[in-house]
């Protein structure tokens, strides 16, 4: 193999390689739209209602009457979610966007959960706990399989690809099931329930 031929299948592992993580980079920060009510602090404007539009671990789009200056730090705290600070990025008179500045993997890991699980709590119709703290793992889910049995089940975890679930009913894997908004199929069986795959399409 010639010294060029070798260059450049190196070049190209490298562009896959690079090209690779800006999709999970992109991945990472996709914003989701979820609505949800929150209070706002800003100096400009003191205290103020709003209420989301979108959001991602990165940044979000907030709706609010009173909005923040541009360029000004604010702190949002929204129901379920919990508090997100950042500088605001884009400002009109029906609100703003804003981009976070957590400082920490670990803080944007939090942001990223707290926002995967609420945007799938409404999706599923879960019937959340609001006794505990609201994270992944908690919560109650009514599935109905493609014959009509319908299965109470606690919420091990969620994600955008699937979900687990804890109960003794154990249906075939590969067999349709609904979870409120959402379709999908059995995967796998867990020791205490199973795991189900969402269909890519919803």
């Not at 944007?108 to 959960?113: E, N, S, T, Y």
């Amino acid at each position: 193999m010639s010294h060029v031929s070798e260059f450049r299948r190196r070049l190209d592992r490298r562009q896959i390689k690079i090209a690779a993580r800006g999709a999970q980079e992109q991945r990472r920060h996709r914003r989701v739209r979820l609505s949800a009510p929150g209070r706002g602090l800003a100096a400009s404007v003191g205290e103020f209602a709003c209420t989301l539009v979108d959001i991602s671990p990165g940044g979000a789009r907030v709706a609010s009457k009173t909005p923040p200056k541009l360029g000004e730090r604010v702190v949002l705290l929204f129901d379920g979610i919990g508090r997100m600070e950042g500088e605001v990025v884009r400002a009109g008179k029906a609100g703003f966007a804003l981009r976070s500045n957590a400082s920490s993997q670990r803080k944007r890991d939090r942001l990223a959960d707290a926002i995967t699980w609420r945007f799938n709590m409404e999706r599923l119709g879960l019937n959340e706990d609001r006794a505990a703290p609201r994270k992944p793992g908690q919560g109650r889910a009514q599935l109905r399989l493609k014959d009509g049995v319908v299965i109470h089940a606690d919420v091990i975890d969620v994600s955008i690809s699937g979900a687990a679930f804890a109960c003794l009913e154990r249906p075939r894997v590969g067999e349709p099931v609904k979870i409120g908004e959402m379709k999908g199929r059995v995967a796998r069986w867990l020791d205490n329930g199973f795991a189900v795959a969402f269909d890519a399409s919803r």
